[in-house]
């Protein structure tokens, strides 16, 4: 039995900007207690905004400290109608390891064919891998915020998360 290869995918040249419409995406994800489930996002932005959290690679320390920054502000960002989804090209059996390891109170999406990195200009062409960033994404489909090259270790950078999710 043989697989289809994934369609082809632009990369955009540049990161996503606010204001622009978000590329939609079905994908595979891994939940905290490690069941798989499939991310829409067209589905889930009727329950209002989203929070991409783009990081490179399963348990590396840098992006361990990404995804925990989030994890510890989950409450308020869930009580503010923020959904929140780390997302990387790793694959599902990696991000359950994640999962086990860490359990991350969101899920971990698997973009393994960077459908989604690449179209969001968040392609790492010299790693084979997505870059760290944030995108907030709301309701209506438009990108508010992007934060390229995210930096877990500074904190003005996550008040300015905090304000674009009017959550400050």
Known sequence: MTSEPPPAVVTRPQPIAPGDIAPTFELPAVTAD??????SLADTLEAGPVLLVFYQDDGMPICTSELKVFAQEFE??????????GVNTNGTGSH???QERDHFPF?????????VVKPYGLWDADEGKSRRALVVIGRDGRVQYVQPHYNP???????EVFQALGLV
Not at 153 to 159: E, K, M, Y
């Open 34 to 39: 490690g069941s798989e489930v499939t991310v």
């Open 107 to 115: 899920p971990l999406i698997s973009d393994f064919h960077a459908e």
């Open 76 to 85: 308020t960002l869930r009580d503010g109608g923020v959904q929140v989804f």
């Open 153 to 159: 270790g500074n904190v003005n950078a996550l008040v």
């Open 96 to 98: 359950q390891r994640f």
